[in-house]
């Protein structure tokens, strides 16, 4: 599902690379967990799967694409393929909740009727029934990211990407938030995760890749926190 | 949330919207404002330039070259004449009026003077026949001369012919103002056109530097590039047809004060009554064509703005 190759990522050439000659490979349906202290690459990482940044050297192919092959007029194509949600939520503010998950839809062109039957599935999912009508402002920490994740799951990605979901959560939405991760994981989608939260890691008991310094320092399965 | 905070909140939801309301209206405005001169300039110079040009053929009109021909020349000779002067490729219209025509014009044009009227009457006619010859191009009017300076046509000629000499200068010179004024028209129509671009592309501008993180979302969202822009054109060209309609109004409005102040309804080499015709007559194609060219511009400058500042950045 996603394979890197010997990805290079250098932002500057007086200072060393972001990234060096990470290699990766993640099958479909699995939850895979990134960890690593602030500056040791992980948000690098992330920018490269979603092309907002294009690696330095090295290979990049994600649900087949190969990115070398990637036109940039084609890079909307690709991010409609991925969900992707990030610390800071990116909502938009002068939306509703609604709107806001409903606005993912409307950009690749579906249905009205369509997009009136599907966002009220999706923000079931996400355990926010009831509150369509609330504006970003209105909403708690927690229930901001689940709308960003009801958005980024709305159109059935095969991969979702969370960029440190809970970074600005306290610990009880931030449960909230990873156990919808989780579900939506159980439907099959590929869930990339990056987080800090040590508690989190832990119980979660899953896949575990350890950046430092811009190199994987660890894969384990089942693993635990370990920097 | 408390009573206390929700209205808090609901005040700082308005309180924002207005100021976004605010900030886009005034640049929306700047960039109308500028629209609306540059639609009313290109209107008025269409006018001005069609009341000119009707101005000026009403004058050419009348301006024709009279040959009068001695009693001795029979009509096949004048027929033969009238057939050459024909042939020059600068006539448009020939036309031989008899010695009898030329007498009943000249009563009727003397209707009002019996004295005259008796006293051509009591002699045998003292007109002579004349052939009217009309120009296509008046500033060719040399090639009619130089055959009719001929010594075989002068023979025939009664009288040097008439050019109307003193009207062609004064035509000459509308010509001129004329040429002028249309030159400066079409400048200023350029400049105005450039420069209200410029300010719908600033605008425009600006509006994206203030919705940039609504623009990364959509982006990130995978939004295409069309569906990002789309919006910021249509919204100048919403400012386009806005202004058209206003700059059509603002011209009705200068025509109809004109022409109810104005009673002498020419204005220097403006007719205002035709111009009020001309326009009135036109109404509908004039305020399709103003929407037209608003449209344009304001498609144009924003499509130029935003392919400069949306466009897709991978390092």
Known sequence: MILLDRVTKTYNKNMGPALDRISLHVEPKEFVIVVGQSGAGKSTLLKLLTREERPSGGKIIIGGIDYDKLHDRDIPLLRRKIGVVFQDFKLLPNKTVFENVAFALEI??????????????????VNLTGKEKRMP??????????????????????ILIADEPTGNLDPKHAWDVIKVLEKINRYGTTVLLTTHNVEIVN?????????????IVGDRANASYKI | MSMQRKYLTFMRIVHTGIVNF????????????????????????????ATFTHTIDQITDKIDVSVYLKDTVTKPQADKLVAELRKLPNTEKVTYLSKQQVLTNYQKQNAGNQQLLTAINDTANPLPATIHVKPQDLNKINDIKVYLEKPEIMAMESDPPSYS?????????????TNILREIGIIGVGIFALVSALIIFNTIQMAIFNRRDEIQIMRLLGASTSYIRGPFIVESIIYGMLSAVISVLIINAIFVA??????????????????????????????????LVGIVIGAISSFIATRRYLRFKTK
């Open chain 1, 108 to 125: 690749v062109g579906i249905s009205h009727k369509e997009i009136l039957h599907t966002v009220p599935k999706v923000l079931d999912i």
């Open chain 1, 137 to 158: 402002q209105e909403l708690s920490g927690g229930e901001r990211q689940r709308v960003a994740i009801a958005r980024a799951i709305v159109r059935q990605p095969k």
């Open chain 1, 203 to 215: 119980k979660l008991k899953r896949r575990v890749v350890t950046i430092q310094n811009g190199r």
């Open chain 2, 22 to 49: 605010i900030r886009n209206a005034s640049l929306a405005i700047a960039a109308m404002a500028v629209m609306i001169v540059t639609l009313t300039i290109v209107l008025f110079s269409l006018i001005a330039n």
């Open chain 2, 165 to 177: 000499g003193n009207l062609k200068e004064a035509i000459d010179n509308i010509t001129h103002a």
């Open chain 2, 258 to 291: 004109a022409s109810s102040t104005l009673q002498a309804t020419t204005l220097g080499l403006l007719d205002i009554g035709y111009a009020v015709t001309y326009f009135d007559s036109r109404f509908w194609l004039f305020l399709t064509l103003q929407l």
